[in-house]
């Protein structure tokens, strides 16, 4: 089992950039795939990054791509997300998950976080 706790959300203005960090309890953290999903007001929570467990590969989704960079420290048991150039239509909860295997881009995550919000005004 793994406990999951995301932090660094906040309000920014559009351009603008935010980390996010997740850290993982537990002694094996190497063993988990790793995933960023979000979701807005009224939508469906959807992918943004996955990272394998080394840290080689990495995945995102398309209106991300070239201002989200995932990545992982597996000495500190923690994923980050980058976010660079931000938009309004970022603005969701973000979520971290972890899963045993290949990191993919569907939700299904074995362990969630709860989230922090990320607001990006205009």
């Known amino acids: 089992q793994v406990q999951l706790v995301e932090s660094g959300g906040g309000l920014v203005q559009a351009g603008g950039s935010l980390r996010l960090s997740c850290a993982a309890s537990?002694?094996?953290?190497?063993?988990?795939?790793m995933g960023w999903f979000r979701q807005a007001p009224g939508k469906e929570r959807e992918f943004v990054a996955a990272?394998?467990?080394?840290?080689?590969?990495?995945y995102y989704v398309d209106s991300v791509k070239g201002r989200f960079t995932i990545s992982r420290d597996n000495t500190k048991n923690t994923v980050y997300l980058t976010m660079n150039s931000l938009k309004p239509e970022d603005t969701a909860v973000y979520y971290c998950?972890?899963?045993?295997?290949?990191?993919?881009?569907?939700?299904?995550?074995?362990?969630w976080g709860q989230g922090t919000q990320v607001t990006v005004s205009s």
């Open positions: 990272i394998t467990r080394g840290g080689v590969n990495s």
């Open positions: 998950a972890a899963r045993i295997g290949a990191a993919i881009i569907t939700d299904e995550y074995n362990y």
């Open positions: 537990g002694r094996t953290f190497g063993i988990y795939a």
